[in-house]
């Protein structure tokens, strides 16, 4: 997946990094459903595959969207967690959500997730932005920096 940019339009921009479909998928897996595991986001729903979860996970980390790190309850995994980039597509993910639940055939259960984030206006979005602040940036944060 390329991100260079053709255009310095701001709509452009942000699709050429997060326009295809996984990307997004991804990182709602990340915000709503608290994978963080590479083997969890191949088991979502939509069957990506390993080559291309691994290209997408890449270019969100290069792109400063997600970050990685050595799991510390298992030598052997990696650990992928939002950075305030990828804690900021929030409200995109809401409203994408919201127009699918009223314009698609969305699950009830989801659709009223969305429905329910978007209906909380700013302060939801903020208060669901500070939980995934503390879930994600204080969690990636080494020892000395929690001071």
């Excluded at 259960?109 to 903020?126: D, N, S």
């Excluded at 932005?129 to 879930?135: F, G, I, P, T, V």
Aim: hydrophobic share 35%.
């Amino acid at each position: 997946m390329s991100t260079r940019e053709k255009s310095g339009c701001p709509i452009n921009l942000s699709l050429e990094l997060v326009g295809d479909r996984w990307t997004l998928l991804i990182i709602r897996d990340l915000v709503f459903a608290g994978k963080r595991h590479f083997r969890e986001f191949l088991q979502s729903d939509e069957g990506i595959s390993s080559r291309t979860l691994a290209e997408r996970l890449q270019t969100l980390q290069d792109e400063g969207i997600l970050t990685r790190s050595d799991d510390p309850t298992h030598g052997l995994r990696t650990v992928y967690r939002l950075t305030e980039a990828g804690i900021d597509l929030l409200p995109v993910l809401a409203t994408l959500g919201v127009w699918g639940s009223k314009h698609r055939k969305a699950d009830d259960k989801l659709a009223r997730i969305a429905e329910e984030l978007a209906a909380g206006g700013e302060a939801a979005l903020e208060q669901t932005k500070a939980a995934l602040r503390r879930e994600h940036l204080a969690a990636s944060r080494s020892p000395s920096d929690k001071r």
